[in-house]
């Protein structure tokens, strides 16, 4: 079971996830970093920006592997995944972007982007710790419901709900694209570590049937169950539809442990 903390708002989970990626650098100076996109980790990373400036962290061997790309989106446009990773990770910690992969979304022999990006990720070790948000539907990565809990890096179609999510980063929902290349529920249960954030009454019910429903590709986070090693950081919002919320209300506690580690 995942451990559980709930806090008060994304900027107290941002810190709270800061703590736990700059614990795993400062082990691993060579960490492999897994990256999520969308809203929900942009205060982790500005938190662990401000960390790893304040404590002068020598960030040069470290590695990242983005989650997923829309498919047909040149790299460089501006809501690509590359350069949103670009803008939200890469300049504002100090790496150089060849330190971080994302997806191909474009190019020739298009199918096989996804080998080609499972090869990369195996031939840099693995995924040490891979940040993930949760859509309103219960995906992860692009991993729709229905999405094989085994499956690797490929070409997906998006839902509906995650177009029309997804359509305030696009002019309008027309414009928003109908396919993505994703790493699988596979690639993410081989990560050596999950920290997955949810904020606000949107993602409620979505968590709710995640941490506490069955383990099920009609609700693609609930593989978080099924790893040794996940941490789950939620506000209150979207912890409302938790039936055990008095226990993991109890972890709050380790949220104040965790901010006081001192580095
Ligand atoms: O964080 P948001 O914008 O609510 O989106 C939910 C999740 O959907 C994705 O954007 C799909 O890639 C995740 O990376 C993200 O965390």
């Given at each position: 079971?995942?451990?559980?903390?709930?806090?008060?708002?994304?900027?107290?989970?941002?810190?709270?996830?800061?703590?736990i990626f700059m614990q795993q650098i400062i082990a691993n100076p060579a960490t492999?970093?897994?990256?999520?996109?969308?809203?929900?980790?942009?205060?982790?990373?500005?938190?662990?920006?401000?960390?790893?400036?304040?404590?002068?962290?020598?960030?040069?061997?470290?590695?990242?592997?983005?989650?997923?790309?829309?498919?047909?989106?040149?790299?460089?446009?501006?809501?690509?995944?590359?350069?949103?990773?670009?803008?939200?990770?890469?300049?504002?910690?100090?790496?150089?972007?060849?330190?971080?992969?994302?997806?191909?979304?474009?190019?020739?022999?298009?199918?096989?982007?996804?080998?080609?990006?499972?090869?990369?990720?195996?031939?840099?070790?693995?995924?040490d710790i891979?940040?993930?948000?949760?859509?309103?539907?219960?995906?992860?990565?692009?991993?729709?419901?229905?999405?094989?809990?085994?499956?690797?890096?490929?070409?997906?179609?998006?839902?509906?709900?995650?177009?029309?999510?997804?359509?305030?980063?696009?002019?309008?929902?027309?414009?928003?694209?109908?396919?993505?290349?994703?790493?699988?529920?596979?690639?993410?249960?081989?990560?050596?570590q999950?920290?997955?954030?949810?904020?606000?009454?949107?993602?409620?019910?979505?968590?709710?049937?995640?941490?506490?429903?069955?383990?099920?590709?009609?609700?693609?986070?609930?593989?978080?169950?099924?790893?040794?090693?996940?941490?789950?950081?939620?506000?209150?919002?979207?912890?409302?539809?938790?039936?055990?919320?008095?226990?993991?209300?109890?972890?709050?506690?380790?949220?104040?442990?965790?901010?006081?580690?001192?580095?």
């Amino acid at each position: 079971m995942a451990e559980v903390i709930i806090v008060r708002d994304p900027i107290e989970a941002g810190s709270v996830a800061a703590s736990i990626f700059m614990q795993q650098i400062i082990a691993n100076p060579a960490t492999v970093l897994g990256l999520a996109t969308g809203s929900t980790p942009l205060t982790t990373y500005s938190a662990l920006a401000k960390e790893v400036r304040e404590h002068s962290i020598d960030v040069s061997r470290v590695g990242g592997f983005a989650l997923d790309e829309y498919l047909g989106v040149p790299p460089e446009h501006p809501e690509s995944y590359r350069s949103v990773i670009a803008r939200e990770v890469v300049e504002p910690l100090g790496l150089t972007p060849e330190q971080v992969f994302t997806p191909r979304g474009t190019g020739p022999d298009i199918a096989r982007a996804g080998a080609e990006y499972e090869a990369m990720i195996t031939d840099a070790g693995g995924i040490d710790i891979q940040i993930l948000g949760i859509g309103s539907n219960g995906h992860v990565g692009f991993n729709e419901p229905g999405s094989s809990l085994a499956s690797i890096t490929r070409i997906k179609a998006l839902a509906e709900q995650t177009r029309r999510d997804n359509a305030r980063f696009f002019g309008s929902l027309e414009e928003v694209p109908t396919h993505c290349i994703t790493q699988g529920l596979g690639t993410i249960l081989r990560a050596r570590q999950l920290v997955l954030l949810a904020f606000g009454s949107s993602k409620a019910k979505a968590v709710a049937a995640a941490l506490e429903g069955p383990v099920s590709s009609a609700v693609p986070g609930s593989v978080i169950q099924q790893h040794p090693r996940a941490t789950v950081i939620i506000d209150e919002d979207a912890a409302a539809r938790l039936a055990h919320s008095e226990y993991y209300r109890h972890a709050w506690q380790s949220a104040q442990d965790l901010r006081a580690v001192d580095f």
